[in-house]
């Protein structure tokens, strides 16, 4: 194969399937990244469970994401997918239920970064 019959074919591969909804993801993606950034000064002078439990929220699927994409560029075979994706989703879940667990019996996330940088 000439090279630049394979990069075509790889092209229309990647176009041809559900293009309009990893369009959409990629928004999704952008756009909690930039409201990731607005509620570092938002935590920082207005502290409180409502941004304690929106960052716990922003953060985890933040993290989510991210480690998908790792997970879709490095982990292949179907059953290696699999796993993968149900240890990813556990520990989503984890990390979600560790931080709202965190801002409900402790001082919150606002509040722990806070007492971080006065020591």
Not at 57 to 63: E, F, I, K, Q, S
Request: aromatic share 12%; hydrophobic share 50%.
């Amino acid at each position: 194969f000439p090279i630049f019959v394979l990069s075509g074919y790889i092209q229309l591969k990647q176009t041809s399937s559900n293009s309009k909804a990893a369009s959409l993801h990629w928004t999704a993606e952008r756009m909690l990244s930039v409201l990731l950034l607005a509620m570092g000064p938002v935590a920082y002078f207005n502290p409180g469970p409502v941004i304690d439990y929106s960052l716990a929220a922003a953060l985890t699927l933040h993290g989510h994401w991210g480690l998908g994409q790792v997970l879709t560029d490095y982990v292949h075979g179907d059953t290696k997918i699999k796993m993968a994706n149900a240890a990813l989703f556990l520990l989503s879940t984890i990390t979600f239920t560790g931080l709202c667990y965190f801002n409900y019996n402790d001082v919150g996330i606002c509040k722990a970064v806070a007492l971080l940088w006065s020591k």
